[in-house]
T-cell receptor, first 112, second 116 residues
Framework: AQSVTQLGSHVSVSEGALVLLRCNYS??????LFWYVQYPNQGLQLLLK??????LVKGINGFEAEFKKSETSFHLTKPSAHMSDAAEYFC??????????FGKGTRLHILP | EAGVAQSPRYKIIEKRQSVAFWCNPI?????LYWYQQILGQGPKLLIQ????????DSQLPKDRFSAERLKGVDSTLKIQPAKLEDSAVYLC??????????????FGPGTRLTVL
């Protein structure tokens, strides 16, 4: 079975500062890992995903995430926050059963 | 390319009433998903269709929820009768084949249901 823990339901960063959203996963099999973003009143949009291969994954809008098996982590980062990054971010995991399990989400606030 | 369409966007009903949501996936997408997203939680899969067949409905409360995907295109999710705890956003998503987990799921804007 798979599960996801997102640390911090709310994260605030200043515009231009580093964005770091934390995600730890549990999986009995090699996981597939995802980050989704949800803007107000919109559906989820895939930011990036890790399946196999390179552990540093680059996504849209300047985001990237690194798969660290030893730490069971898949943290999301962006070097410089922009006001338009304000949204809710969901980490998700899947195993061989193809079912995606989502975390509870982290709401990112950008301070001017 | 048109995205996943859902209607209505908002619905308010009283408990014990029935309600239905509609989803039209991206053209050509074989797999369709319905998720329930309760406030403060991540989406939870309710049912997955591959064309017009059900692949997974293990988390669908079948005593009150039903879903169909006639002709393998659009889909309807129904709740009858609704309970207070059904208040949530219902998200529809589709993917090209659904046979590979690496297939990207594309989400609609959701229907926000409030049960009073």
């Amino acid at each position: 079975a798979q599960s996801v823990t997102q640390l911090g339901s709310h994260v605030s960063v200043s515009e231009g500062a580093l964005v770091l959203l934390r995600c730890n996963y549990s999986s009995s099999v090699p996981p597939y890992l995802f980050w989704y973003v949800q803007y107000p009143n919109q559906g989820l949009q895939l930011l990036l995903k890790y399946t196999t291969g390179a552990t540093l994954v680059k996504g849209i809008n300047g985001f990237e995430a690194e798969f660290k098996k030893s730490e069971t982590s898949f943290h999301l980062t962006k070097p410089s926050a922009h006001m338009s990054d304000a949204a809710e971010y969901f980490c998700a995991v899947s195993g061989w059963d193809d079912k995606i399990i989502f975390g509870k989400g982290t709401r990112l606030h950008i301070l001017p | 390319e048109a995205g996943v369409a859902q209607s209505p966007r908002y619905k308010i009903i009283e408990k014990r009433q029935s309600v239905a949501f509609w989803c039209n996936p991206i053209s050509g997408h074989a797999t369709l998903y319905w998720y329930q997203q309760i406030l403060g939680q991540g989406p939870k899969l309710l049912i997955q269709f591959q064309n017009n067949g059900v692949v997974d409905d293990s988390q669908l409360p079948k005593d009150r929820f039903s879903a169909e995907r006639l002709k393998g295109v659009d889909s309807t999710l129904k709740i009858q009768p609704a309970k207070l705890e059904d208040s949530a956003v219902y998200l529809c998503a589709s993917s090209l084949s659904g046979r590979e987990i690496t297939d990207t799921q594309y989400f609609g804007p959701g229907t926000r249901l409030t049960v009073l």
